[in-house]
């Protein structure tokens, strides 16, 4: 069973596959990005922000622009060549962490402005934060420039991680 999945993540896409794939991978997270910044900044209170957190458009720019690119990062993971099975092994790992990165960045939101449990959220993007950096890791050995496009959504969580704490803290 193993050998068929691992020949699954191998074998060749085809060029309108690759397509397809290249404009999931990069539409689905900004949607997601856009969606999760638009809903957190209908349910947030001026109260439950720090003073040095951009404003709901721009927030919502940066929200989106660098989940479309952890969403190329994850097509340039996916699309790696891994002949060797050691480098199977990390595609699985990125695939594995971006996941559960992505499925954790969902609902960050929700728990800082819907729910209002700051220090659950900064918790939470604690969390999200080391993920973030196992991936950029991960994806170096895997393809450097995936690394490369996770930074900004790392960095952009950071800050947040630290906002989250203000407001924690402040609030």
């Not at 699954?8 to 997601?32: E, G, H, M, N, Y």
């Not at 559960?100 to 939470?124: D, E, G, N, Q």
């Amino acid at each position: 069973m193993h050998e068929h999945r691992t020949h699954q993540i191998d074998r060749q896409l085809s060029k309108a596959q690759t397509i397809i794939l290249f404009c999931t991978c990069a539409a689905a997270p900004a949607l997601v990005g856009w969606l999760g910044a638009w809903l957190s900044g209908m349910t947030a209170h001026r109260a439950a922000r720090a003073p040095f957190a951009p404003n709901g458009v721009a927030s919502t720019l940066f929200w989106v622009a660098s989940y479309a690119l952890l969403g190329i990062a994850l097509f340039l993971a996916i699309t790696a060549d891994t002949r060797h099975s050691g480098q199977r092994a990390v595609k699985m790992w990125s695939v594995s962490l971006w996941g559960a990165m992505f499925a954790l960045a969902l609902v960050c939101p929700f728990i800082m402005h819907s729910v209002r449990a700051y220090m659950l959220s900064f918790v939470w993007l604690v969390i999200i934060d080391a993920i973030a950096v196992a991936l950029i890791v991960v994806n170096f050995k895997l393809r450097p420039s995936s690394a490369f496009l996770v930074m900004p959504f790392a960095a952009l969580a950071m800050f947040m991680t630290f906002a989250a704490f203000y407001v924690a803290i402040y609030v």
